[in-house]
Each structure stands twice: as C-alpha cells, then as structure tokens.
C-alpha cells in the first residue's frame, strides 16, 4: 500500500494540514446512452481507459459544519445525447454545466488524494467555477481541463491528472490512504 509521504509529493503537505480542507480526483465511467454505448463506457471504465473517464474534484471539507464531502465536475448539459455524443466527438462545441453536489462518503475506486486547499476550498471552488467557460469540447476544454485547473486553483498543483496517469497509482489502480 502506498505510504502518505506519496501524496505529499504530488500534492501539498503541511503540519497544519489538520485544519484545511482534503483534495481529491476520481474517476467514473462516461455517461452514454442505454444500450451498447452505456455498455461500451463502463467496459472502458472497468480496463481502465484513461480517455474514456470522466475526472471531477472532490472536497472533504474539515469543518465539523460541513460533515459531507463535495463533488465538482464539468459534463455536457445532456450528457446521455447521441446529438451530444457526435458532436462532441466531432470536435464542436456543446453546452456544458458546472455541477456540484454532496457525497456521503468518498469513492473506494479511482479516488486519489492529491492535497490540500491553503483557503476555504468550497469557497474557492465556488469562485473558479463562475470564471469557468461552459461551452465544452473535447480534448481542449472538458472534465479534464476542469479538474487540472480546479485542483490547481485549490492547491497550487498543476497537471494533476498527467502527474497520476503517469503514476504506477493510476494505472494498478491503487488509492491512496485516506487522511492519518
């Protein structure tokens, strides 16, 4: 099992790190129509295809008023479309939406701790998204851009997901330990 000192070198460690807010990046299958492509997608999930994820950021908050967990992602506004779907594909643009919602506990699979926020995250979190350019396309402004640039916003870490692709974490599909 990977040690913490893992997560301090591709995220932010601290001694006070008790008091701020925990970063993490998962990873769930693509949302597809029902039928063959939903079964694509989550056959694509379970081999473990980088390109054929969809990222988001997690928040576990260290505030005792905020006992939940937060997701941040970015998705197409109808991500179940096949009109989506071949657009996107082909290289335009498709309305996208920033979402948020709670969680109760974080994911046990393709879930990574990568540091922690030096401000209130969720705050922070809030302001990058009302700068954030909704019109997806992918490859150059989807979930990834969004989770690279969120992360890196939250903890000053820049590239995250290549830093875990890249990672022998990614690829074996091991996670890191969960706070100490």
């Given at each position: 099992?990977?040690?913490?000192?893992?997560?301090?070198?591709?995220?932010?460690?601290?001694s006070?790190?008790?008091?701020?807010?925990?970063?993490?990046?998962?990873?769930?299958?693509?949302?597809?129509?029902?039928?063959?492509?939903?079964?694509?997608?989550?056959?694509?999930?379970?081999?473990?295809?980088?390109?054929?994820?969809?990222?988001?950021?997690?928040?576990?908050?260290?505030?005792?008023?905020?006992?939940?967990?937060?997701?941040?992602?970015?998705?197409?506004?109808?991500?179940?479309?096949?009109?989506v779907?071949?657009?996107?594909?082909?290289?335009?643009?498709v309305?996208?939406?920033v979402?948020?919602?709670?969680?109760?506990?974080?994911?046990?699979?393709?879930?990574?701790?990568?540091?922690?926020?030096?401000?209130?995250?969720?705050?922070?979190?809030?302001?990058?998204?009302?700068?954030?350019?909704?019109?997806?396309?992918?490859?150059?402004?989807?979930?990834?851009?969004?989770?690279?640039?969120?992360v890196?916003?939250?903890?000053?870490?820049?590239?995250v997901?290549?830093?875990?692709?890249?990672?022998?974490?990614?690829?074996?599909?091991?996670?890191?330990?969960?706070?100490?």
């Amino acid at each position: 099992m990977l040690s913490i000192s893992f997560a301090k070198s591709i995220g932010r460690g601290s001694s006070s790190r008790s008091r701020r807010d925990e970063v993490y990046v998962a990873a769930v299958p693509l949302r597809a129509t029902k039928g063959p492509a939903q079964l694509l997608m989550s056959t694509a999930y379970s081999l473990n295809f980088w390109d054929l994820q969809h990222f988001m950021v997690i928040i576990s908050p260290s505030s005792s008023l905020h006992s939940q967990a937060l997701v941040y992602d970015f998705q197409p506004q109808d991500p179940e479309s096949i009109a989506v779907a071949v657009a996107a594909l082909s290289g335009r643009n498709v309305p996208g939406v920033v979402l948020t919602r709670t969680l109760k506990k974080l994911p046990k699979r393709k879930c990574w701790f990568v540091g922690y926020s030096d401000t209130d995250a969720m705050d922070a979190a809030n302001r990058f998204n009302k700068g954030w350019d909704t019109d997806l396309r992918i490859n150059l402004h989807d979930c990834r851009n969004y989770v690279n640039g969120l992360v890196e916003y939250l903890t000053g870490m820049k590239a995250v997901l290549e830093q875990l692709q890249s990672s022998s974490m990614a690829r074996d599909e091991m996670s890191l330990p969960r706070k100490d």
